[in-house]
């Protein structure tokens, strides 16, 4: 019985123990579910609807005021003043009216204007005053939506705001691009077929117009009224349900196209660009072959003067040219600024291609008392083996040199050197009578008497020329190799050269250039 009454005993505890527990786990169960049930039934008090702003019990005057400064005063770094300014004033007297109410009525918050929030920065509402721009109290909420916490950048953009040049054509190539991505989606639906049809006239139209017209000044009279109808037929296109898969591949596709052609006419203007610099335009060459014909046509007889051609007390000019033109203007230009014309021999050098139109040319036209004689440096019949297969004329090279070894290479020095051509090196086999010459490119214009050159002393030097020195010849060195030179001494342009082809003949120049040419190639 002892033992039996012991062990009752110990147990009882135990179970007022557990329970406890079981007590204390309903109780957070019940718990658990009054509180969703009280946010439920509006029992939370504490929380406030949004867009008011929770009033306090009804105070002094003095009291009410402070609060809204307090609450203006935060709010003022992202609001502007005069807007504070009269949001203040109507707090103020919105606090005394709320004052003379009862107090069930001052539960209910004052609402916060919506202007307050956004205001949109537009033209109409941005003024200057002493050079500042501020804002103006009348905002027409129709313009454009501009959100406040840019700040001045809008004010800086309606300032600065730019008309765009071409927006008529612009705007109709960006509803094209939209409507050419929708129509293949409206096709596949049988309903849409009014609407389809639509869209594919106006697809032709804007196209036709844009085939026609590059600028808002080509545009026809009625451009207005179909940028308005494809507008329309594109808004009741994104009306109808599509899939949008087949349109953003659409999209895809058009855009793939669009870059496509961008970088087929990018490369196409490089080559038309390096063409038009290589070649003859047309005009021009369409004049060297009727000043051929007409020479073949009229039988002028030559007006040869080969006495004057070999006269080594004459004044000799030498142009290697291609252009009739050009070499016209520039004998003319040296005649003209000369006071003796009388001792003037000019002598262009040209292919077979513009040979006879340059001889009849010359044979027609007459400068002053000047003479001009016409070679084709290709006739090998004529001189041997002072012939090249084809005219080289002078070659221009663009070298760019760095401002020092740390500058970028944005910042890298460009200048332009012309160095002789093949031709220039058979001067001395062609006029094997001379003893000097004046070169001259055809894309110079002489602007005074070239007589003082022929007085010039050279002081044993083959050739006369004007110096550049912002290009050294120690610069060209990756270009002319490792060879004998003057390092710091300057280069000089192929436009003008007084060449003394006796001293030419003595260091034999022309079999040495040969020699390298050989090497190098």
């Known amino acids: 019985m002892k033992g039996g009454s012991g062990g009752g005993g110990g147990v009882a505890p135990a179970k007022r123990r557990w329970r406890g527990l079981a007590i204390a786990v309903l109780f957070l169960v019940v718990l658990s579910m009054l509180v969703p049930l009280g946010f439920l039934l509006g ?18 005057s003095g009291d009410r005021s402070s609060h809204i400064d307090n609450l203006v005063r935060k709010l003022g770094p992202t609001l502007p003043k005069d807007v504070l300014k009269g949001f203040v004033n109507e707090a103020k007297n919105e606090t005394s009216s709320i004052n003379a109410t009862p107090r069930t009525e001052q539960k209910k918050g004052i609402p916060i204007p919506p202007q307050v929030v956004m205001q949109p920065f537009t033209s109409k509402n941005i003024s200057r005053i002493n050079g500042k721009a501020k804002m103006k109290s009348d905002v027409d909420e129709s313009e454009g939506f501009c959100d406040l916490k840019y700040g001045s950048y809008c004010i800086w953009r309606e300032e600065n705001r730019e008309e765009m040049q071409d927006s008529m054509v612009k705007k109709l190539k960006d509803q094209l691009f939209v409507a050419r991505a929708y129509f293949p989606s409206i096709a596949k639906i ?34 207005q ?60 060459h369409c004049l060297s072959m009727r000043l051929t014909v007409e020479y073949f046509r009229d039988h002028l007889f030559d007006k040869e003067l080969s006495e004057k051609y070999s006269d080594p007390t004459l004044q000799h000019y ?19 600024h000369a006071r003796d014309t009388v001792n003037q021999v000019f002598h262009v050098l040209t292919d077979w291609q513009n040979y006879y139109a340059m001889k009849h040319w010359f044979l027609r036209n007459t400068f002053r008392d000047a003479v001009v004689q016409v070679l084709n440096i290709e006739d090998s019949d004529s001189y041997g083996k002072a012939t090249l297969s084809h005219l080289t004329l002078p070659v221009e090279f663009r070298v760019s040199f760095p401002s020092n070894d740390s500058a970028p290479a944005i910042h890298n020095r460009t200048q332009y050197v012309s160095i002789f051509s093949h031709s220039h090196y058979l001067l001395p086999e062609i006029f094997k009578n001379l003893e000097k010459v004046v070169v001259l490119d055809d894309d110079v214009v002489v602007q005074q008497d070239l007589s003082a050159l022929w007085s010039l002393n050279m002081g044993g030097k083959v050739t006369g020329a004007i110096e550049i020195c912002s290009v050294k010849m120690d610069q060209l060195q990756s270009y002319l190799g490792d060879h004998s030179f003057q390092k710091h001494s300057c280069s000089w342009m192929s436009g003008l050269n007084v060449i003394d082809l006796a001293r030419w003949r003595d260091l034999d120049i022309s079999e040495t250039y040969w020699k390298l040419v050989k090497e190098h190639l």
Do not use: W
Request: aromatic letters at 4%.
């Open 43 to 60: 029992l939370h008090s504490g929380f406030h609807s949004a867009g008011h702003i929770p009033l306090q019990r009804p105070s002094p």
């Open 225 to 284: 009224k179909k940028s308005r109808r494809m507008e329309a037929v594109i808004a009741r296109a994104k009306s109808v349900s599509l899939d949008c898969n087949n349109v953003d591949k659409k999209l895809r596709q058009i855009f793939d196209l669009t870059e496509d052609e961008a970088n087929f006419h990018m490369k196409q203007s490089a080559f038309l660009y390096q063409l038009a610099v290589q070649t003859m335009p047309k005009s021009l």
């Open 318 to 336: 030498v142009i290697f040219s291609n252009n009739v033109i050009a070499s016209s203007v520039v004998i003319n230009s040296t005649v003209v």
């Open 190 to 223: 049988p309903a849409q077929s009014k609407l389809s049809g639509e869209l594919k006239q106006n697809i032709q139209e804007v196209e036709r117009v844009l085939s026609e017209s590059t600028t808002d000044a080509d545009l026809p009279p009625e451009i």
